[in-house]
């Protein structure tokens, strides 16, 4: 288990957590680098979020798995957003430009 320290944009109004996947993969490449290189492109699951001072003492001596369990708040769900930059857009593919006869 891995607590990455990043942090995420996060909606009151709706209580999500919103997680560039790209980010979070580049950080643990980083760190998996170093580490384990084998582990790289492998699956995993993000659990949810740790408490900010049980993640700061965990840089200086490590936790044991209990012990960061703790300290977890697990996710309900997982959602997949994907995002498409705005303006204008067709609804149907482009029809050739009739002849004129």
């Known amino acids: 288990m891995v607590a990455l320290g990043k942090t995420c944009r996060y909606c ?11 980010a979070i993969e580049h950080l643990m490449a980083d760190l998996f680098e170093q580490v384990d290189p084998r582990v790289i492109g492998n699956e995993y699951l993000v659990l949810g979020t740790v408490e900010r001072t ?9 936790m044991s798995l209990d012990a960061m369990l703790q300290h977890l708040a697990d996710f309900k769900g ?22 004129k006869k």
């Open 12 to 22: 009151e109004k709706c209580e999500i957590i919103v997680a560039d996947q790209v």
């Open 54 to 62: 049980a993640w700061r003492k965990g840089l200086s001596e490590p």
């Open 78 to 99: 997982y959602l997949e957003v994907e995002f498409k930059p705005g303006g204008w857009q067709r609804n149907k593919p482009a029809r050739p430009p009739r002849r």
